[in-house]
């Protein structure tokens, strides 16, 4: 099997959200999680492990602080379904929210400097997050560190609070 054609296979095509479970969205925040989904879908590495039966569609939902996988064949049918606590990732998002409020609050009046320290602490939380995705999810979904950014971010917009 060729290189491109094991790309092929381990690799999200769509990315979708229960929209029952997260309940209504703004309009920002469907725009948020519309962008996030695109980032992940035109740029990833995702298989399930110890498949090579790819590529995927994923569905995402919050069912009791945690969130739901469902992984399907491109074609629709089943292939895993996993459920990921949210609980280590409180104090992330808290983190990582607070973070991007300051970032967005000292654009107006910090020096350049300060800002650039600020964002340099929210891509390190978001580092951390993709870190805490890739340990969490081990064993059950295999992605590389690029694809589990764009997933917390992905992440970070079900939870975002516009």
């Known amino acids: 099997m060729s290189d491109s054609t094991?790309?092929?296979?381990r690799r999200l095509v769509s990315v979708i959200f229960d929209k029952e479970s997260l309940g209504d969205a703004t309009e920002e925040q469907d725009n948020e999680r519309a962008i996030a989904i695109y980032d992940l879908v035109q740029d990833n590495v995702f298989h399930l492990s110890g498949r090579d039966d790819g590529p995927y569609a994923l569905t995402l939902a919050i069912h009791h602080a945690k969130l739901a996988f469902d992984v399907r064949l491109a074609d629709g049918s089943p292939a895993a379904a996993h459920l990921l606590s949210l609980t280590p990732f409180r104090a992330t998002l808290r983190d990582y929210f607070a973070t991007c409020e300051t970032y967005f609050a000292s654009i107006r009046m910090a020096t350049p400097e300060q800002i650039e320290a600020i964002d340099e602490m929210r891509r390190q939380i978001h580092n951390?997050?993709?870190?805490?995705?890739i340990d969490r999810l081990k064993g059950k979904i295999e992605m590389d560190f690029d694809t589990a950014r764009r997933l917390f971010t992905v992440i970070t917009a079900l939870r975002w609070k516009g």
Do not use: E, H
């Not at 951390?128 to 995705?133: F, P, R, V």
């Open 6 to 9: 094991r790309d092929d296979k």
């Open 128 to 133: 951390d997050g993709a870190t805490l995705l």
